[in-house]
């Protein structure tokens, strides 16, 4: 009977495992680039559950804005981070159901963190409307170039401050 010492089975398990891991590795990279190929050939239409037709046009050429894709990786309108978001605000995440809501509604200091009653998801059909709101006298957002997106993203900032 071979003794096994606790010293032992460390080394013969770390050896597996790096024996194992380059293997590894190398297969989940061209999985995630093969993704990133047959994602920008064969898309289908994403169907939306929170967003409507007009948040979800800007919520995608927004995040196609900020996460581009590139000659290597896929960008964030290619993984689908749009419907990721929307799946999270139509979710119990959007519904604030782990936020303590019961007032009192008073202003708070920085340090006290989220301090208003409304739900993440109430925020962001607020904040897409407003935004919407405000530039429909221009160009809605998502029709834009992207040149003329972020002139716009640079001249509006940084936002006003409110008055107190």
Not at 94 to 110: D, F, I, M, N, V
Not at 119 to 132: F, H, K, S, V
Not at 147 to 160: E, G, K, N, Q, V
Request: proline share 8%; glycine share 10%; hydrophobic share 40%.
């Amino acid at each position: 009977m071979t003794d096994l010492s606790r010293r032992a089975v460390i080394k013969a398990t770390g050896a597996a495992g790096v024996s194992i891991l380059p293997v590894g590795l190398a297969g989940h990279e061209a999985t995630a680039q093969e993704a990133a190929t047959v994602g920008a050939r064969g898309a289908q239409p994403t169907t939306y559950l929170f967003f409507n037709p007009e948040e979800a046009a800007f919520v995608e050429a927004a995040v196609a804005r900020l996460i581009p894709a590139d000659d290597k990786w896929p960008g964030a309108l290619e993984v689908g981070v749009p419907n990721y978001i929307d799946k999270q605000l139509n979710g119990a995440w959007g519904a604030g159901e782990r936020l303590y809501r019961s007032g009192p509604w008073q202003a708070g200091t920085s340090s006290q963190g989220y301090q208003l009653p409304f739900t993440p998801a109430e925020l962001y059909r607020t904040a897409l409307g407003a935004i919407n709101a405000e530039l429909k006298a221009k160009t809605p957002f998502a029709p834009r170039s992207s040149m003329t997106r972020m002139s716009t993203s640079i001249r509006s900032w940084p936002p006003a401050r409110a008055v107190r």
